[in-house]
């Protein structure tokens, strides 16, 4: 700070007070610099690249390929230049345009740029998706920052979040980009382990950036906050920001999962069913907390029916078994008696827990009075019927007779 008080507004120094501006993430102190400079030196062309560099690290992708093209348009085989305008066209089209801007780099054997290979090597496995990660990024952790950064990322895709962790655990954080990622890699971790600890971790690093003046306004740091007030069950906070830049992300699978999931724990489930139903993703929807929260809403949405056919979907495991207390408990609730009736009667016979059997019994007379009621149809007796002598209980039998008595009473066939 001492020798930054002594700079004078000489080009040199000025200069070099844009670099460390940018060191520092301060992008747009650093813009305002290069962009005085250059209105007295149309001529200091490389000055447009830092400039780029600024925008694009400040998401404003199209802006860097404008301030670009003045160089490029004198220098077209700049490398640096080239990789900036594939990474811009990576943000704003897909991989496979950034891949194609490194073409020209690629076939010119004869490149003077050698220096540039492992960085164009690089940025190749992020443009294809990850694709070539194990062969490419480990030898270059310690050559490229953002290699070690990828190869975490890689290892979060592949759900190894060990060895992500395992990667990331001694980074000092001094980017957006990297807390966001110590902060992701400890959520995952948390929530693999149940540990406390790690939760905590990623809670206060989502809050400091989604709390930076430099980050509030991005969509990383919204996502922050969201994912902030995720962890601490703050869901109407969560919907604050979620909802803040929902038309950026609309099919984004990842995005639409935690938002229909605070949609439901807010109450609102028929706008959580809604968005639960666009996710694409056959990871996400045979994901045991994908299934619970649509259950969940299903019920709450007076459709029973459909929880019960996810359940049917499901192979018999710990999920399924979790998943019918669920159907249980919630349809018994909500005045569902039926399939409550069902699934209690699915765990009693899978566990003779006495409390099962006082759930089976309690749907099954609801089932009844609502019959008596005419709120369900009377042949639907028969089911109960069959469903109360599948059980030990001695209780059975007294029911069971006031049932059929009733059913003698009003011709109903049983």
Avoid at 244 to 270: E, P
Avoid at 273 to 293: A, G, M, P, R
Avoid at 322 to 331: E, G, H, P, V, Y
Wanted: charged share 25%; net charge negative.
């Amino acid at each position: 700070m001492n020798f930054h008080q002594n700079l004078q507004d000489i080009k040199e120094d000025q200069l070099s007070l844009a670099s460390i501006h940018y060191m520092r993430s301060h992008y747009q102190e650093a813009i305002d610099i290069y962009k005085r400079i250059l209105l007295d030196n149309r001529e200091y062309l490389a000055l447009n690249v830092y400039v780029a560099l600024c925008y694009y690290k400040l998401d404003y992708y199209d802006v860097s390929q404008e301030v670009l093209a003045v160089y490029l348009q004198q220098i077209p085989d700049s490398t640096i230049a080239l990789n900036l305008k594939a990474c811009n066209h990576f943000r704003l089209y897909n991989g496979k345009a950034a891949e194609a801007e490194l073409k020209s780099l690629m076939d010119n054997a004869s490149s003077p740029f050698e220096f540039a290979k492992e960085l164009i090597r690089h940025n190749l496995v992020v443009f294809r998706g990850g694709e070539g990660a194990l062969q490419v990024l480990p030898p270059l952790v310690d050559v490229i920052p953002e290699a070690r950064l990828n190869l975490v990322i890689y290892y979060l895709r592949q759900d190894d979040v060990q060895e992500a962790y395992s990667l990331i655990k001694d980074l000092e954080p001094t980017t957006p980009q990297e807390y966001i990622l110590k902060g992701v890699v400890n959520a995952a971790l948390g929530q693999e382990m149940g540990s406390r600890d790690h939760m905590k971790i990623a809670q206060q690093f989502f809050q400091l950036v989604g709390g930076s003046a430099s980050e509030c306004d991005t969509i990383p740091g919204r996502q922050c906050m969201a994912s902030c007030f995720f962890l601490l069950k703050q869901f109407d906070d969560v919907l604050i920001y979620l909802n803040s830049f929902k038309s950026y992300l609309y099919n984004d699978d990842i995005f639409n999962f935690n938002y229909a999931q605070a949609k439901a724990a807010t109450g609102n489930t028929s706008e959580g069913e809604e968005v639960f139903l666009l996710i694409q993703s056959e990871k996400l929807k045979n994901d045991y907390i994908y299934l619970s929260w649509l259950a969940r809403c299903y019920i709450m949405n007076k459709k029973p029916r459909l929880a019960w056919e996810l359940y049917l979907k499901m192979e018999t495991s710990g999920e399924s078994f979790s998943l019918l207390q669920l159907i249980a408990n919630d349809c018994y609730k909500m005045g569902q008696f039926y399939y409550s009736a069902k699934a209690f009667d699915v765990l009693e016979r899978l566990d003779p827990n006495p409390e099962y059997w006082e759930g089976k019994r309690g749907a099954c007379v609801g089932i009844f009075q609502m019959i008596l009621a005419g709120r369900e149809p009377k042949e639907t007796l028969r089911e109960v019927l069959h469903l109360l002598r599948s059980t030990g209980n001695t209780q059975v039998e007294y029911i069971i007779r006031i049932m059929k008595k009733w059913a003698k009473e009003n011709r109903v066939p049983i």
